[in-house]
């Protein structure tokens, strides 16, 4: 399938700002058999002093922009068009979750995606042993381990409620658990915080949703806005498997894949320090269409 993706990020600032440094991760990826990108460009006004373009740790591409002269306004515009393979599912070979952790002893490799990066408390995602006792309840050590993960997303599913207006970028995912209430962000850090409690790694992964459901089909949520949603190892033959939380099912053709990494804060869309005084307001406009 595919897809002309557009976004457009801007920012107003109530006093202008003379020093800014942005790190910009919104140029989806070609992940090799799943997604190509075939074209991309990303134009920001005002034009930076500085643009840098850059692969980080996790393989994602990095746009690192800074100014040094005033300005009161800033927008971040991106088209790309993307190739996205659907994916067959494949049968559940994972091993018993008894087991993962012999499967995880074998993983020597320190590789960007080996599982070792994926399995404790990263800088955003701290553990909590309210995410254990939750997963705990859901699981059994006979049950493989992509019935698990399954298992945890579907209850996530269940038990909260997507409510645009109940978090922010910086609230903590323990206090979105407690309240069972969030948005994208909120069920994928919640999510992998259940799984690695349990001893199967777990990441976040950044992306775009499309836009309009097949027919018949009701919207999927979170279409207007960045996407976001889980990775999680599932043992050496099967790998690694992508599920979305906020809609309870596994990732596929209608999920464009943007960044990886240990949470948000490795794949944040726009990250960076700005100097100014006052308050400033943003608004984030998205449009997946398949062509």
Same mark, same amino acid.
Request: avoid cysteine; charged fraction near 35%; hydrophobic fraction near 40%.
């Given at each position: 399938m595919l897809y002309d993706v557009t976004l457009e990020i801007t920012y107003d600032y109530a006093s202008p700002a003379n020093y800014g440094h942005h790190a910009l991760r919104l140029m989806p990826a070609t992940i090799p058999g799943e997604q190509k990108l075939l074209s991309g460009q990303i134009h920001i006004v005002p034009g930076p002093s500085e643009r840098h373009d850059r692969v980080d740790f996790f393989g994602n &591409? +990095?746009?690192d +922009? &800074?100014? #040094? #002269?005033?300005?009161? $306004? =800033? &927008?971040f515009k991106l088209k790309a068009r993307?190739? #996205?393979t659907a994916m067959p599912e494949e049968l559940d070979i994972s091993p018993p979750l008894s087991a993962l952790p012999? $499967? =995880?002893?074998a993983v020597q490799s320190l590789a960007p995606k080996a599982p070792v990066h994926f399995l404790s408390a990263s800088p955003r995602l701290p553990l909590d042993p309210a995410f254990a006792v939750y997963a705990q309840d859901l699981v059994e050590p006979g049950m493989s381990t992509i019935s698990a993960v399954e298992a945890i997303g579907e209850a996530l599913n269940r038990d909260m409620r997507f409510d645009a207006e109940a978090t922010t970028v910086d609230t903590p995912a323990i206090e979105a658990f407690e309240r069972r209430h969030g948005v994208c962000q909120d069920f994928s850090h919640i999510m992998i915080a259940c799984l690695r409690s349990i001893g199967i790694p777990a990441g976040y992964v950044s992306g775009f949703l499309r836009t309009i459901p097949p027919e018949g089909q009701e919207r999927l949520e979170g279409a207007d806005a960045m996407h976001a949603w889980i990775m999680a190892w599932c043992g050496i033959e099967i790998g690694w498997i992508e599920y979305d939380p906020t809609n309870a099912l596994r990732v596929g053709q209608d999920h464009i894949v943007v960044a990886h990494g240990r949470d948000y804060g490795d794949a944040a869309p726009v990250k960076g320090v700005l100097r100014t005084s006052g308050s400033q307001s943003t608004d984030h406009k998205v449009d997946v269409v398949p062509l």
């Open positions: &591409a +990095v746009t +922009v &800074a100014y #040094r #002269r005033s300005h009161s $306004e =800033l &927008a993307i190739d #996205r012999k $499967e =995880l002893s």
